[in-house]
């Protein structure tokens, strides 16, 4: 079945780039979706790609997919300390647009 | 910028009691869903609704659950005898008609504590 695989954990030091890594199962995928959660605070969308795209630019992020591997990466250029949150992948599944999320990659952003 | 907002953002309940969750999607948007985060793991769908019915629901979404846009604004989850296991974060999501790749946009939750 889909299947959407994060690591869980990352630290960074305030102003380097984060990296954050997903991998999927489901070949037919269209759309793949980052969202960040910040504690207390819903699923705040980030930003999303198509899956003819290799990446996709908006400010200090940077998505990259290599649909041949199935892999899709989040990178936060100049992260600040406003960045700490859990950052979910999610891949769309099936005509109506279910999400299929991963476990959520926490971002710690130190000093 | 328009959002997706639930209510409560916290509700205790005790369990075989019946809860209902409410959401006001985005107003322009025509296709709703619920999913659910137990606390530590995956967040999970459970249904979709659009034009006044359900196209789609999990196998976590039985016979317990039911959803219900009561008016022009309001969509409603409602779960008729809680159990211990249903304690998780509730997420409401909309989205725009049309492309079915629009990104849905979700509201900040409602906490779920059965007791």
């Known amino acids: 079945g889909e299947d959407v695989e994060q690591s869980l954990f990352l630290s960074v030091r305030e102003g380097d780039s984060s990296v954050i890594n997903c991998t999927y199962t489901?070949?037919?995928?269209?759309?793949l979706y980052w969202y960040k959660q910040e504690p207390g605070a819903g699923l705040q969308l980030l930003t999303y790609?198509?899956?003819?795209?290799d990446m996709k630019q908006d400010q200090r992020l940077t998505v990259l997919l290599n649909k041949k591997d199935k892999h899709l990466s989040l990178r936060i250029a100049d992260t600040q300390t406003g960045d700490s949150a859990i950052y979910f992948c999610?891949?769309?599944?099936?005509?109506?647009?279910?999400?299929?999320f991963g476990a959520g990659t926490r971002l710690a952003v130190h000093p | 910028e328009p959002e997706v907002t639930q209510t409560p953002s916290h509700q205790v309940t005790q369990m075989g009691q019946e809860v209902i969750l409410r959401c006001v999607p985005i107003?322009?948007?025509?296709?709703f869903y619920w999913y659910r985060q137990i606390l530590g793991q995956k967040v999970e769908f459970l249904v979709s609704?659009?034009?006044?019915?359900?196209?789609?629901k999990s196998e976590i979404f039985d016979d317990q659950f039911s959803v219900e846009r009561p008016d022009g604004s309001n969509f409603t989850l409602k779960i008729r005898s809680t159990k211990l296991e249903d304690s998780a974060m509730y997420f409401c999501?909309?989205?725009?008609?049309?492309?079915?790749?629009?990104?849905?946009?979700f509201g900040d939750g409602t906490r779920l504590s059965i007791l």
């Open positions: 999501a909309s989205r725009l008609p049309g492309d079915s790749n629009q990104p849905q946009h």
């Open positions: 489901d070949s037919s995928s269209t759309y």
């Open positions: 790609i198509f899956s003819n795209m």
């Open positions: 999610a891949e769309k599944y099936g005509g109506y647009n279910k999400l299929i």
């Open positions: 107003s322009n948007h025509l296709y």
């Open positions: 609704f659009y034009n006044n019915e359900i196209s789609e």
